[in-house]
């Protein structure tokens, strides 16, 4: 059977916000690079893409949370790295990263995308970066255009018309 409600990769028209932590370097650019040119190979107009640039993976969900509630894009997405071996305080950052975007995407009218990286150490992360294990920034590209045209075509449920956008 096929299925009633589908996405598409068709960027064009959609506008796409980036919130990205700085907070380990190179991965985190590597990732913004990737999800930049993946977006404009989709069709998304470089004028429909909007990036913020915050310090460190806590900071992510607050600055989406108020970019979504700007009303003015299709997706965000969320794009960082936390490395364990960089911090005694991994899963705190990492595990309130992850909480924070998902019961924002889960409760919002807009998909919100996780593009940020949990890894062991910063071999590993470069390895998702371009590396030998894909690119998550390219990915979260992919996955934001799709689930932006899914949305686009579903209904609001009753819950999300009287909640933030
Ligand atoms: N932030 C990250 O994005 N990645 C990390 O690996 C990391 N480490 O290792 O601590 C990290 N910490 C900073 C944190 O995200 C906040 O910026 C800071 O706590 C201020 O709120």
Sequence with gaps: MNPNYQGNLEG?????????????????????????????????????IDVASVPGAFEIAGTAKR?????????IITLGCVIRGETPHFDFVAGS??????KM??????????????????????ARCGGDKGHKGSEAADTAIEMANLYRNLSPTPTETKEEH
């Design 12 to 48: 064009a028209g959609l506008r796409i916000a980036i919130v990205v932590s700085r907070f380990s370097g190179e991965p985190c650019q590597l990732l913004l690079e990737g999800t930049l040119g993946r977006l404009q190979e989709l069709g998304v107009d470089a004028q429909n």
């Design 105 to 126: 995407s889960a409760k919002g009218k807009i998909p919100v995308i996780f593009g940020v990286l949990t890894t062991d150490d910063r071999a590993q992360a470069l």
């Design 67 to 75: 970019i979504q509630r700007q009303k003015n894009h299709d997706a």
């Design 97 to 102: 990263c992850a909480t924070s975007i998902a």
